[in-house]
């Protein structure tokens, strides 16, 4: 298993801007896929950007454009730069590393609020 910490959340300004960090305890270099997930209050936790080992990036239609996934092997550290916020982008932001198809370990959670 791995153990990764999220960080970078916070209150910010529609339109502004926010990078959010993932920390992994170990190398993810060899991760079959690393992503971020947000959950809204009220609703399910859903995919908003995926990364996997080939360099292949999938982002969810609504951040498209707005959001960047990407990793920093050196550092063990995936990132999530996002752009041009939205009030509907509030939520609790959460990292997910799958070490393979069938194994997976989820950050605790961050929480970005996008509201004037």
């Known amino acids: 298993q791995v153990q990764l910490v999220e960080s970078g959340g916070g209150l910010v300004q529609p339109g502004g801007s926010l990078r959010l960090s993932c920390a992994a305890s170990r190398s993810i270099s060899s991760f079959y896929a690393m992503g971020w997930y947000r959950q809204a209050p009220g609703k399910q936790r859903d995919v908003v950007a995926t990364?996997?080992?080939?360099?292949?990036?999938n982002y969810v239609d609504s951040v498209k454009g707005r959001f960047t996934i990407s990793r920093d092997n050196a550092n063990n550290t995936l990132y999530l730069q996002m752009n041009s916020l939205k009030p509907e982008d509030t939520a609790v932001y959460y990292c997910k590393a799958n070490l393979s198809p069938m194994i997976a370990s989820w950050g605790q959670g961050t929480q970005v609020t996008v509201s004037a």
């Open positions: 990364s996997t080992t080939s360099g292949v990036t």
